[in-house]
């Protein structure tokens, strides 16, 4: 729960990235990440660090018992994990969530799921019976997916997923361990002893809340004061990589796939350090690049890098073809100015 107050606090003084959210209509854009895989194999270790986490918080594994308590806590972390993802991925193929009414087989949020999953029996991982590790996680997911949706519909900007994942699973599970351990609510028909653990586990949820939120307001709020607490406009679009350490960190010609052509007529691909005839509303023998950075006087050009999946939009060939001023997607000119080693100019 921790981690989930600390992030939403951080997220909401910050406030969201730009181009998450149209302003007029709310609507959340995704802001992709550059590496699907890579994400994958942090979500694994998390994973393999829970277990660890749950299994050792028992301090010893000398004594009579100790083994037994030890290896419950892996299984029943196994099963929350599981619960938690595969509820997920069954709900967003359903569309029962607001960020994919489309349907689809959801990795990104599947493995968000899982670990909300994991953090859900963190609670209870040595005192639950494997069914109830394996609803807890379920549960988990599904709250998950809703306090995401609930984000985006505020427009809350939270990259990671932290507030839903850690929040939502934490507080759930403080709930789950009261009501289905082996000593709760339900199994021992509300006796005054598993009442009085609920009870507890909600004072301390509060506890939780306003200790950390207070002190996340009181931190993020004096670095936001002294303006510290985020980067310019420019340098969010155009990458601390490429102004603090003029290195691209994923330069696109190393993996994208380029071409040597442009669908549309009057425009032409070329390299941005090559010498290039503009029309008369251009300076002649001007480089591409210096086109791309606006030292121009009119004229049109479009800001790779060029993808041949882009250039079969017939969106994107309509902004080229109708755009009177150095355009053509300005997505790809805001996020890709200054990285591409390709423009496509008009001539």
Known sequence: ?????????????????????EEKTGRAFDIRGHSVPLAALGGFILLFGFLAFNAGFHGHISQPGDGAIVSRSIMNSLLGACGGGLGTLVLARLGLCFTTAGGAWSFLLTLNGTLAGLVGVCGGSDVFYPWAALLTGTISGFIFLCLHDLLLKLRVDDPLDAFPVHFGGGLWGLVAVALLGRDGIILSSASPESLQVLGWNMVGAVAIAAWSGSLCILLFGALKFAGLLRVSAEMEIHGLDILKHQEPAYPSSAWEELIDHCPVEGFKVVPRHERVSFSNSLPGNLLASDALNGSTTGGRLYAGPLRKQSLR????????????????????LAMEKGRDAYVCVHL
């Open 313 to 332: 939009s017939e969106k994107f060939r309509n902004s080229l073809e109708h755009s009177d001023s150095p355009s053509g997607s300005m997505d790809h």
């Open 1 to 21: 729960m921790l981690g989930g107050i600390c992030a939403l606090v951080g997220a909401v003084l910050i406030g969201p990235r730009i181009g998450r959210f």
